[in-house]
């Protein structure tokens, strides 16, 4: 049976233990990515919690992202597809302008590595374990807007391939999600400016030390594990970063 029955003696509010078990057993795979829950009255008999308290817990999930109402047909749990990378997790746009595309990727290089002290601490894995590293472009319009580097961990992700990442039927997260059982459900980043490497001036079509925005990413699973670290270089020239929170 998923789900446990909570203690009245939690601490903090029973609905926030509420969401951690929902969390929980996300983590665990006991909804898997795009079921439906059961019916809240099921549910919330699993927790031992009245309904009103589960719609709490609930309703925090959905501000999250992490699950998906639908209207007549009840709760599901949000799965990453293209419209979720557009709208959660891709934040460029024209100047002035809106979301009016996909980013088009393309993968540059994909390599075996170690992890450096500083992809290790993110990853929260021992300097030098084995790692894949994966260099994509992304263009919008046909226009080179941003260079990812990324790196994880091969223990987390045995089998990986450059096939595989460049046949990918959807996004990244997608891939993570439907072929390794991870979840990233929320991301944390750090913007700064910077004047582009040559490397990354020569893939963005601009001149090297051109600025450049550098974003420095942590893709989380359910249960605030790591699973990416991502650093990004973004052609500002004719884009610009748009985050709009709720």
């Not at 927790?47 to 308290?53: F, L, V």
């Not at 891709?90 to 540059?108: A, C, I, N, S």
């Amino acid at each position: 049976m998923s789900g446990e029955s909570l203690s009245l003696n939690s601490r903090g509010p029973l609905y926030r233990a509420a969401r951690e078990n929902l969390l929980r057993d996300l983590a665990l795979g006991r909804y898997s990515p795009g079921a439906r829950l059961p019916a809240e009255r099921e549910l919330s008999a699993q927790y031992g919690i009245s309904i009103g308290t589960l719609r709490k817990a609930v309703d925090e999930l959905v501000a999250e992202g992490l699950l998906v109402r639908r209207q007549g047909s009840g709760t599901f749990v949000a799965s990453h597809d293209r419209e979720r990378l557009r709208y959660a997790f891709f934040h460029m746009v024209p100047h002035d302008g809106e979301k009016t595309g996909y980013p088009v990727p393309e993968l540059q290089s994909f390599a075996r590595g170690r992890l450096d002290a500083t992809a290790a601490d993110k990853l929260q894995q021992p300097v030098g374990a084995p790692c894949w590293n994966i260099r994509n472009r992304l263009a919008l319009d046909g226009t080179a807007v941003m260079i990812d580097d990324i790196w994880l961990a091969s223990a987390r992700f045995p089998r990986l391939s450059a096939s595989v990442v460049r046949n990918r039927p959807s996004t990244l997260y997608n891939l993570y999600e439907s072929s390794f059982g991870l979840t990233v459900a929320r991301t944390s980043e750090r913007l700064r400016a910077s004047a582009a490497p040559a490397a990354i001036a020569r893939l963005l079509g601009v001149p090297s030390g051109a600025p450049v925005l550098v974003i420095r990413r942590v893709a989380y699973g359910y249960r605030h594990d790591p699973i990416e670290w991502r650093i990004s270089h973004a052609n500002t020239a004719a884009h610009e970063y748009f985050s709009e929170l709720a």
